[in-house]
């Protein structure tokens, strides 16, 4: 089982960010894909999570409304997006199937 995470980004406060999750070594909609956070000299923060086989969603209550999951299972990945982003947002984003799986992280970056 492989997660490969796209690469960092940087972006303006109040702009959005959409970070991929390809999938690959097992059956794409066997596992839900969460995702967490973690900022600088911080402890993870679950954000929410998708269930690639019928898109169904959860997301933690902080970020209801600024954040989107997608899953497309033909190409086996899935994404996050976050928007009206703020200098809070700096963090390492990952994915995780099954929480036993989990991408190599992805640097969101939002200067203050």
């Known amino acids: 089982v492989q997660l490969v995470q796209s690469g960092a980004e940087l972006r303006n406060p109040g702009a959005s960010v959409k970070v991929s999750c390809k999938a690959s070594?097992?059956?794409?909609?066997?596992?839900?894909i969460n995702w967490v956070r973690q900022a600088p000299g911080q402890g993870l923060e679950w954000m929410g999570r998708?269930?690639?086989?019928?898109?169904?969603?959860k997301y933690a209550q902080k970020f209801q409304g600024r954040v989107t999951f997608t899953a497309d299972t033909s190409a086996t990945t899935a994404y996050l997006e976050l928007s009206s982003l703020r200098s809070e947002d700096t963090a390492v984003y990952y994915c995780?199937?099954?929480?036993?799986?989990w991408g190599q992280g992805t640097q969101v970056t939002v200067p203050s």
């Open positions: 998708i269930n690639p086989e019928d898109g169904e969603t």
């Open positions: 070594g097992y059956t794409f909609t066997t596992y839900n």
């Open positions: 995780a199937a099954s929480w036993g799986y």
